[in-house]
């Protein structure tokens, strides 16, 4: 028997990949579904059932692809209603994987037909369990990506049940193989680590203490911040099904020249240039938004751009291919093309080009100190600038740009900066093609700001 891990840090996503005796079975797979078969041909194995912990919302699964490639059977827990073929298993039922066996633990909470799967070893002894947004190592998935048909308190009340009479039953040296890791928007506080045991989550995860289940209810629900746009989008693609992944890419990796190009911009579809942002602020399509493959290109996409909104992508070169696929990974299909030759084609027939100016924080400090009548914003998260800001920074939240900046005048002169610079780049980007000209990027961001002398304020609340 074998369990491996596949990690994909730009979406904090784990899924897996089990073996035993010439079959296997993945659970929780990405969209490009293309890795699980080669790692099934090369082990020699044959994919026998894909099991889905739930209904995504931060991601389109590979589920439907995988199984009309392979054969293998599609497998959701208790309450799971689609549109196209799967088995609903029933809670507690047993599938028989080679040597080993996988039970159905149904564990409503984060949805309602969120499922665990618990993977006993040859031996009959339970081995893992793979816990999808139900457990996290140091918190549980949040109870408010439903919608509006149950509560965020109802279902914050079924976790409860799910945790308490099912989860912490189980052995505490079973290992814990979550969904998500670090950084991921399903929950609010998660660990460093991607995996854990019962026994260690018992001790450690603030959602296992002991407390009243009104007591949980409270703790679960406060201080959800919102979840990116493209959440309940993707939910629905999972629920629903949706196209080839083939075809979307058939489709979409189209090479277009730069007259081309121009002639899609005329016609309002957005540049997303996926390019580092050290290479972004050299030169860049006038208008173009960045949102780099070297950060969590995918999940801000989701937050700041239509999922219907129609693309054109300038990547690094070689870049292409992979630009559309994480678009794709989180529904985003409607992708016109990729400009041939990338930035340097557009900058060599001499069309409209911008630039974004970078300052240091020593730069910085002489223009905080010695300047009047700048702007300084911050794009961090409520929580990031809470804990400590620039002085007289503005909270411009990247999350939610397009009403956070309503203030900003046109004529003010902006110096903006994040935690490290990537989401800086991102928001002067969007700044510049709405007509914001006298901006300046922090390199660094406030990692580097806070070595200098320039004044810091917390807005921490006082206790009474």
């Not at 957005?270 to 208008?287: Q, Y």
């Not at 400090?365 to 929580?383: A, F, G, N, P």
Request: hydrophobic residues 35%; negative net charge; charged residues 25%.
């Amino acid at each position: 028997m074998t369990v491996e891990q596949l990690y994909t840090n730009c979406l904090s996503e784990a899924a897996y990949f089990i073996t035993s005796n010439g079959e296997a079975a993945v659970i929780d797979p990405l969209r490009d579904y293309q890795i699980y078969i080669e790692k099934a041909e090369k082990s020699g194995v044959k994919i026998k059932y894909v099991f889905e912990t739930h209904f995504h919302a931060d991601f389109v699964s590979g589920h439907i692809d995988l199984a009309a490639k392979t054969g293998a059977q599609i497998i959701y827990g208790p309450n799971a209603k689609t549109d196209y073929k799967i088995y609903e298993a029933k809670d507690e039922e047993i599938f028989t994987l080679g040597n080993c066996k996988i039970k159905v633990i149904h564990t409503p909470g984060h949805t309602p037909e969120s499922s665990c799967y618990l993977l006993y070893n040859e031996d009959g002894i339970p081995y893992s369990v793979f816990t999808g947004d139900t457990l996290f190592v140091g918190d549980v998935g949040r109870p408010d990506l439903f919608g509006a048909k149950i509560s965020k308190e109802e279902l914050a009340g079924m976790l409860y049940d799910s945790l308490n009479n099912k989860i912490k039953n189980l052995n505490d040296d079973v290992i814990v193989y979550p969904a998500h890791g670090p950084g991921s928007s399903c929950g609010k506080k998660l660990g460093k680590e991607t995996f854990s045991t019962i026994g260690e989550q018992k001790k450690f995860n603030y959602a296992l203490k002991e407390m009243t289940r009104e007591e949980f209810i409270k703790e679960i629900t406060s201080g959800l911040s919102a979840p990116p746009a493209y959440f309940p989008l993707n939910a629905q693609i999972n629920k629903r099904g949706y196209s080839s992944l083939d075809d979307i890419m058939s489709k979409n990796l189209k090479s277009l020249s730069v007259s081309d190009f121009e002639n899609e911009i005329k016609k309002g579809v957005i540049v997303l240039d996926t390019r580092n942002p050290d290479d972004f602020e050299n030169g860049f399509v006038k208008g173009a938004i960045n949102i780099g493959l070297n950060g969590r290109f995918a999940e801000w996409v989701g937050t700041l751009i239509n999922i219907n909104q129609p693309l054109l992508i300038v990547a690094e070169t070689g870049k292409e291919e992979e630009s559309i696929l994480r678009l794709a990974r989180v529904g985003y299909e409607h992708v016109k093309g990729y400009l041939n030759g990338g930035y340097n084609s557009w900058l060599l027939a001499e069309k409209p080009i911008d630039m974004v100016l970078t300052i240091d924080n020593e730069e910085f400090e002489l223009d905080y100190k010695h300047e009047k009548d700048i702007v300084v914003v911050d794009v961090r998260k409520e929580s990031e600038y809470d804990s400590g800001h620039i002085k007289n920074a503005e909270n411009c939240v990247l999350q939610n740009f397009e009403s956070s900046i309503g203030d900003l005048n046109f004529t003010d002169r902006l110096f903006v900066y994040c935690q490290g610079g990537y989401r800086s780049m991102i928001a002067i980007s969007i700044l510049k093609r709405k007509g914001f000209n006298l901006v300046k990027n922090i390199k660094g961001g406030y990692v580097e700001l806070i070595k200098s002398g320039i004044p810091i304020e917390t807005s921490q609340p006082t206790l009474n």
